[in-house]
């Protein structure tokens, strides 16, 4: 299971009424922020999680209204008594932005872990998850990220037994590992079931619609995708500054045959994102205008 | 008149229901704000008020609760289309703090205009107001804000027209112009009345009490300062982390015999500070406990 809590759906600058957008991934223990504008340590504690328990914090380009409340954030964690390491990691750029930070950011007691990325494409994994980087079109260099959850194929004791496999194995041979006893190779083939279904997030703001989204989005769980703006007469705003429609989110969602879409990052100068809500879902049904704080929790759907 | 808001009242980090402290001084048209934590310009626009009308940041010291909103502020004042310079005026350390905010906010389409000073006390003027930086006891180095608007006296046009002054020299005469006219030399002593009251204001956070404080503040309008906590029993740890109490930021208002005592910058493990709002008045009646978003025009007292 996945915890997602989008903190805030605002883009640009934070208002009285709308955080700006970053979301808290929680899986197994662990928890990832993806995005830290100013007063994301706020909308945290506002939805009841804690500063100390965040271990990454991804970011997706260095336009401060994704970045600014990174130095807050950190403090918070030290004011909390952490003394874990934090890993942030992010786009080329990332040391630039974190000089800057601890100019900021004074007396931060515990370590923080760089990964640096540049490549258009960057794959890693954390806290169990898989996660692709991928390179968007946004006025500065911005990447989303694809999250997945794997899911390991069901251990099949009664095909156990029957071949005769001993107890001993079957915990390494679950975990993948191939055992040779004496005489005989035992596979985790021998005794794992079909491959199951993971779980897959996609984030991604703030960027034109490029085809490499609905291919990482591709059959996705969730899709949480900027919708900067609804009115249709605003597109050349969009182009020009390289944002992204609410109905161009709608159709990438349907192209990729998402589950379900979450729209974010609205502009400040639309207050009630809702009254798009019935156009975007004519292209999407499975359409949320999210608010802030947003929550659900991901399934694995096989038994 | 002196337009104040004080727009938040917390300390250490920001909170859902209370932002940090930070106060906007409005006077002759023009704005100043002094400090500026995580979330101040949602808290200016919760208010009403634009980012775009600031002309100076005044910053006390360099803890990010005080300074970590600078980044967001200037961007957000670049959306807003400004072109005008910003001065930012602090003690020492700003440039490098700037250096950090830089690299966080790119893109500023204004100049920066740094006044960075190092003395025990600093003097200037700005949009019509005198203003002395005092340096208080802080856990880093912090200082405090005395800000001073001069009243002119009164243009007494009887007693220049019976001293048949031309009133062409009038206007300069008000302005303290010495005029010499052929044989004759007019003062503006020759016209002006008594000395008037002018309005004083003092700022004060984060700090233990020292002399220096009602040294300044004496016969203060208003005074502003930190009352970090209400408990008796938390002394030692405002003398730990060099922090003032409620108790005795109203024994300094006593002793300067200030008009008005507002408390702020309240610790976040204080969620009512009203509670201490009757033992505090024992000290000082005019103390008020304030709230995010405290207001008042100061008003020049005499005709």
């Keep these: 299971m996945i915890d997602v809590c989008l903190l805030g759906t605002g883009g640009t600058v934070p208002l009285p009424q709308r955080w700006l957008t970053s979301c808290l991934i929680r899986y197994q223990g662990s928890s ?3 995005d830290s504008g100013e007063g994301t340590q706020i909308a945290l504690h506002k939805e009841g999680f804690s500063c100390k328990q965040i271990d990454a914090v991804l970011l997706t380009h260095y336009h401060a209204d994704h970045t600014a409340g990174i130095p807050g954030l950190l403090l918070s964690m030290a004011k909390s008594d952490r003394t874990e390491p934090v890993w ?5 750029g990332l040391k630039n932005f974190i000089d800057g930070v601890l100019k900021i950011a004074l007396y931060i007691p515990f370590e923080l872990n760089l990964l640096e990325y540049e490549e258009n494409e960057f794959c890693f994994t954390m806290s169990g998850l898989e996660i692709t980087a991928f ?5 500065v260099p911005c990447w989303g990220y694809e999250i997945n959850a794997a899911r390991r194929p069901r251990f ?18 679950q975990k993948g590992e191939t055992i040779t006893d004496g005489d005989m190779t035992y596979t985790p083939e021998m005794v794992l079931g079909a491959p199951r279904k993971g779980l897959k ?22 899709l949480i995708a900027e919708g900067m703006y609804g009115e249709e007469e605003k597109l050349e705003k969009a182009k020009l500054n390289r944002h992204m429609m609410m109905y161009e989110a709608a159709q990438i969602a349907k192209e990729a045959n998402v589950k379900e879409l979450w729209l974010t990052h609205y502009s400040p100068s639309m207050p009630h994102p809702a009254q ?5 879902q004519k292209i999407f049904p499975n359409t949320v205008i999210s608010k802030d704080g947003q929550k659900t929790d991901l399934a694995f759907t096989e038994e």
């Excluded at 099949?156 to 041979?173: G, M, T």
């Excluded at 034109?208 to 609905?214: C, N, W």
Aim: without cysteine; proline residues 7%.
């Design 32 to 34: 990832i922020l993806i």
């Design 88 to 92: 942030i990691i992010g786009p080329k």
């Design 135 to 139: 390179r968007v079109r946004h006025s």
């Design 156 to 173: 099949e004791a009664e095909r156990a037994r029957a071949q005769d496999i001993p107890v001993r194995f079957w915990n390494r041979l």
């Design 201 to 222: 997030l996609v984030y991604v703001t703030d960027t034109r619609p490029v085809p490499v989204i609905a291919e990482h989005a591709k059959d996705a769980d969730l």
């Design 276 to 280: 798009y809500k019935e156009a975007v």
